[in-house]
């Protein structure tokens, strides 16, 4: 097949694959069931124990569950970023890409993982957050939460897929990811601007995932640090240049496997 239809056939393939290996290996189920909880006790026992007084704010207990929430999306997504490496190691990859699936096209069987984390993760740290700590969840602006959801799935699952292409010359590329999962959210606006430093507060906008993580955080709480027009529109730019950038790099990653017999940049 060829054309659209191909592309459809080949996507179909690839969500179809991402369900089955999912359904398949029951341990990332039964580890989401009991890594997101741990996780989100041990954030809000960390804010306990160093910050008690923000604790005893619905706002700010709001805030930061929304905040704990683009963790999980960071990760679930960043964490996909392993399996093109996988593949590879594995010969896998030859036979995709001989097939005429895009990189993009085969990252998606994993990310259907990623979505699945975010599906099952997300509503239990909401869960536990309130039945735990008794934080009274709201989102000021639902149709924005909405927004800025999909925009920044799409923007880590091409970020994901670009990521992939960079490591996956590497033999152990769960050490970039492991530290990416927790610098990229935290850097970025998953912690409410409000309560940072306010010689930080302006330095965070510098950086690109500011634009598709704090609309997240700020669509819960009403507290945008720009108008939200202007950081959604940022954003959509953004995924739409993480989009091609990781065209760019598959057809640089494609070329050199051709020329030298091997899935490698450097």
């Not at 054309?3 to 179809?16: D, H, K, Y």
């Not at 292409?165 to 990811?177: D, E, G, H, K, Q």
């Amino acid at each position: 097949m060829s054309g659209r239809a191909g592309f459809i056939g080949r996507t179909v393939a690839e969500l179809e694959k991402g369900l089955i290996i999912y359904a398949r290996y029951k341990i990332w189920l039964f580890s989401d069931l009991i890594s997101w909880p741990f996780w989100t006790i041990f954030f809000f026992l960390s804010f306990l124990m160093y910050a008690p007084s923000l604790l005893s704010s619905q706002y700010h207990l709001n805030a930061f569950t929304w905040s704990f929430f683009t963790f999980i999306l960071v990760s679930s997504f960043i964490w996909a970023s392993n399996f093109l490496a996988t593949s590879a190691q594995a010969g896998i990859l030859e036979y995709v890409i001989l097939t005429g699936s895009s990189i993009r096209e085969h990252m998606l069987g994993r990310s259907v993982v990623s979505f699945i984390d975010l599906a099952v993760g997300g509503p239990l740290l909401l869960l536990i957050s309130a039945v735990g700590f008794g934080t009274k969840l709201s989102v000021a602006y639902p149709y924005l939460m909405l927004i800025a959801i999909v925009l920044a799935s799409a923007f880590f699952y091409f970020f994901s897929s670009m990521l992939a292409v960079l490591l996956v010359s590497l033999r152990s590329p769960w050490i970039i990811i492991n530290v990416a999962q927790f610098i990229i959210p935290f850097t970025s606006g998953a912690i409410p601007v409000e309560v940072l430093p306010v010689e930080l507060r302006s330095i965070i906008t510098y950086s690109p995932f500011f634009y598709v993580i704090h609309p997240i955080v700020a669509s819960a709480t009403g507290q945008y640090f720009m108008p939200p027009e202007l950081v959604l529109t940022v954003g959509g730019i953004l995924c739409l240049a993480i989009y091609l950038a990781s065209r760019v790099l598959e057809d640089v990653l494609l070329r050199r496997a051709f020329r030298h017999g091997k899935f490698t940049l450097f």
